[in-house]
């Protein structure tokens, strides 16, 4: 494993802002005593990019402000990166401005229940800006001005972006808090692991671990375990802790398994009590691996049919919609159509379509482990 891709226990306390209450708490509940004084490299490897990416106050910074309605203002728009008009908002007493994210455009107006007319006048802000500049000024200086708001901001390359709009009262999770517990997290499972994909906007992350310990299943494959964690930092959406499993089947195709109940946390709340308790939900993915494998070798047996071709190509057209199951459906029907493939394989080669949302891969992935779940019931697993 090679150092330069680790961390340091010693270091790993800089993604907690002690200054902050609950990053405090965090540290006293999570080994940071220990940690503080420990020389030793923690199990994870491939982490360095992200940890110094989310060390707090530098890369990332994020600053929140709590303002009534009337002290917020619209000062025109601006193309983001990816082709979408964005509001310039302005802050009371505070000088410069900062450019919204899709999601908090959203969240800006979702309390008077106009989020998606916002986001259609938004499409064409040249024609339909008034509209909108009318409509907000109603809602906010007229109807509810003294409403307060949460506004998070955060400063990436120089550019300062409000991500989030909320409710005074709302305590995400940040990212950077978050990295830290799941490294934690993985120093209670005994193993080594590393991190497959490290993926941070302005207002979520997805990371995926993975084990470097791989389970030979005799005639089947190859199998390692792990978990994937995504965060919305959004008020709508919780914390997803979901326990993966990655096969490699001998013939080459792989597919990953997500376990369809996920360790979930709301918020953090007035204390870090619920997230010890869920959080001690992690150690019971080694207790998993003998059911999974179970599961597994039931499926290995089992060959694919058009009966049950026919309801998988559905469930994934509820998931991704027609449009683009379309783009895909020649490969699907060729795989489909070979009933030499048992389950794994099957899935295995369904793995290899792209499917562009991370939201809706995590479902498809939940989508193959549910039918395999099922058919463990049915052996009376």
């Not at 490294?183 to 993926?199: C, G, H, I, K, V």
């Not at 930092?233 to 080459?252: A, M």
């Not at 070979?338 to 809706?360: H, P, T």
């Amino acid at each position: 494993m090679s150092e330069e891709t680790r961390v340091k226990k010693s270091d790993l306390i800089k993604l907690l802002d002690t200054e902050l209450e609950f990053d405090q708490a965090i540290f006293n509940n999570f080994s940071g005593e220990e940690y503080a004084s420990s020389d030793d490299y923690i199990c994870t490897s491939n982490i360095k990019g992200i940890f110094d990416l989310l060390i707090p106050k530098t890369t990332w910074t994020k600053e929140d402000y709590n303002k009534q309605n009337d002290e917020i203002s619209i000062a025109g728009t601006e193309t983001d990166e990816n082709g979408n008009t964005q509001l310039i908002i302005g802050l009371k007493d505070i000088k410069d401005t900062f450019i919204t994210t899709s999601e908090a455009v959203g969240h800006l107006f979702t309390p008077i229940k106009m989020n998606h007319y916002a986001k259609f006048l938004l499409e064409g802000s040249g024609e339909h800006l008034d509209l909108l500049l009318y409509n907000f000024e109603y809602w906010f200086k007229k109807i509810n001005p003294q409403e307060r708001l949460l506004v998070r901001t955060v400063i990436e390359d120089g550019k300062r972006i409000i991500r989030c709009f909320a409710t005074p009262t709302y305590k995400p999770i940040d990212n950077h808090v978050l990295l830290y517990i799941a490294l934690w997290a993985l120093e209670q499972l005994d193993a080594s692991f590393r991190m497959t994909l490290p993926r941070v906007d302005h207002s979520s992350m997805k990371l995926s671990f993975v084990s470097d310990e791989e389970m030979n299943l005799n005639g089947i494959g190859k199998l390692s375990y792990g978990f994937t964690i995504i965060n919305g930092e959004d008020k709508s959406k919780t914390v997803g802790i979901h326990p993966t499993f990655d096969l490699v089947n001998n013939d080459g195709s792989s597919t990953t398994l997500i376990i369809d109940k996920p360790i979930s946390i709301v918020h953090r709340g007035k204390n870090v009590t619920p997230i010890i308790r869920n959080l001690e939900e992690i150690k019971d993915i080694r207790n998993h691996l003998d059911w999974v494998i179970s599961v597994i070798k039931i499926a290995h047996k089992s060959k694919i049919d058009d009966v049950f071709a026919f309801k998988i190509q559905q469930e994934i057209i509820k998931i991704i919609g027609p449009k683009q199951f379309s783009r895909f459906a020649e490969k699907y029907y060729e795989i489909s159509s070979n009933n030499a493939f048992n389950l794994l394989q099957f899935f295995g080669r369904l793995n290899e379509i792209s499917v562009s949302d991370e939201n809706d891969q995590i479902k498809v992935k939940v989508l193959f482990w549910k039918y395999l779940k099922d058919y463990g019931k049915n052996q009376g697993i």
